[in-house]
């Protein structure tokens, strides 16, 4: 902005002096950075304020004005502009002529058109010498931020952070979102209050590479949010957790989270404090669809025949069962029970079998079966517990459960 | 890009996986695919590229403070892996001939080069081996055991001398229709030395034929029988079984089939689930190098010889 007020007091001075030589020569030097101006606006259309990275050095307010452009011109920051967006900036330049006094503009616009174009070979200070940036120029539309990543100090920034930007420029309009954010002004100010709420420093780049829209939510509306979690009653360590695996949770106002902790305690009918240690456990129940939830309890309670109580218990230990895949619930359900012949009560003391691939657990039941070894009843000799039989890896399976060695393992799976 | 070219040098030819039953082929092409890519990406990254900025600094010169450029070696950020995303993002792997969901057994794949030999494989009409075992005294739609039942019968009259005739019979006239089919007279020196190599197959599109079956074993209802065949789908071996159950006036549904050997690729050479990574891949492919491109030589060889001959009587015939 320093470079425009000057702009415009030169451009008073030599209104208000009204000597045509003085405001010539002020014109031509005027001129020649108007040249270089209109060359550079088209090209660098997107330069932030903060041309180069810091790493230590001064930042340097350079010559090309785009920078100028993108504060002033709010409504073309748009990476993707269509073809008319290129002429605005020199059209907005013309506008911002017209609001110097109009007294003298006549005379302002005559002494221009006489002026001659600068030439290359014109003798120029060693400091604007050294200040001539010779870099090629940022396209003007990109479907990557590899383009911009160099020269923007904000992406660089966030790559130094750990954020994995070849996945955020899949995501919808964050690309954007991420190259008009200021890291000092915007991006800075976030992070510390994540760091408040007490998210580690390792985390912040895989938060933000998830979920990079939270760097465009209020600082008030954050605030409200982990004091709304504060005020039910979650821990500091509990906050920090929720907010690490869910990054999309403080992107949810507050009557959402609301309603959600509400559905959990009305319809799965667990106390308050289940209720807490149920979604810390899993925060992604908070910030996704219910409809699955709902269709799974019912297809627990109604189908798989599991008592409330039962089902309560299950959904404590193994919050997952309620994102898991219905079908394939179903039918590893349907292998447990029908197959391999386990009732309900002893699949509700180890329901770890649900999280497990179906695969795995027939491959392992045929073994056992071949064995001769597959006794799921406890009050029975020679009884296995079904975590062990799901849990364990190949190795300590085979020697300890089934007695067996490996090669058997995979010469007896090379036959089914 | 050196470093993915150097990470694939071991990944061109073929090599075998044993497909789990209940599993979709394609996926387990995904799976490998996916697994192989993941291995690829985590080894050994080069190191970023540097580059030479000149970047402008404000020192104590003489009259005050000066502007001047100081040289300084930056990383480029552009070839970031977090910003260039995952060196390698697809791997040219297909699948050989294959196995429908409920079936099981060796699966042949071909990774970038190795592409080409299963065309090569295809066209040389190799002959596979499968197990398939099947159940007296049910009748299905599907001729397998999950399908809808249609009827049920007794099957105490069935012994194996009865199932051995009926496979007998099966072999004959199969035997015959791959005779018919190969295009050869077997009245030639051609047709003998061919016979002698084992090589009298027909080299173009038949319908399923049956080089061989035999019982393995035989525990009523159970039985198991070992099936050579070529140009065949799973789902005629079932209904084999099913024509089988019907010739021994009772009815059979099968429960497993499961190939042990496709061309020279047998069980031995198939690779389990567990070891499905970079380096048994990379071993099995080098490997069975030479065992295939012996087979081919032999099969697409004589295919070349048999139509030149054939090609060599005709201008004969036509000068007479």
Redesign the interface.
Known sequence: MAFWARQISIWYLSVKTNSVANSIQQLRKTHRTWMQLHELSVLSFLCTDNH??Q?G??T?RSVSLGSRLQSTNSNNGQILSEETNLLSPVNHYQQQAEVIPSSDTKTLYEVWEDTPPSSALEEIS??EA??IVAEPPLPLGSFT???Y??RSET??QL?LL??????VEKRPNAGQLLLRLDFEKDIRKRLLFLKDVGVEDNQLGPILTQNPYILAVDMEALETRVAYLKSKKFGKEAVARMVSRAPFLLSFSVERLDNRLGFFQKELGLSVQKTRDLVVSLPRLLTGSLEPIKENWQVCQVELGFRRNEMQHIVSKIPKILTANKRKLIETFDYLHNVMGIPHHILTNFPQVFNSK??RV??RHMFLTFLGRAQYDPAQPSYISLDKLVSMP?EVFCTEIAKASVKDF?KF???? | MAAGRAARTGLNGLFAV?K????ASIRVRDSVETLLLKELNSLEQPAVQQQVRF????VEGNAGKE???TV?Q?P???A?P?????ELTHLKIGAGHRLDTKS?GVFVLGVGHGNKLLTDMYNAHFTRAYTVRGLFGKATDDFSDTGRLIEKTTFDHVTRDKLERILAVIQGTNHKALLMYSNIDLKTQEAYELAVERLIRPMEKTPPLITAIRCLQFAPPEFQLEIQCMHETQQYLRKVVHEIGLELKSTAVCTQV?RTRDGCFT?DN?L?R?HWNLQNIRNSIRDSKVKVKVELQRSLGHQARRGKRHTDTDQVAESE
């Open positions: 180069f990275p790493h050095l001064k340097y060693e400091e050294v200040q931020l590899q383009d990543v160099d992406l660089s790559v750990g954020v994995d930007l070849s996945k179906l695969l027939k491959e190949d995979e799976l090379k036959t089914l | 044993y789990p039953p209940g599993v970047l402008p600094n404000t502007l001047t450029l300084t930056l480029v950020l552009a970031h977090l910003v260039r995303g995952p099981s499961r069980l198939a389990l567990t």
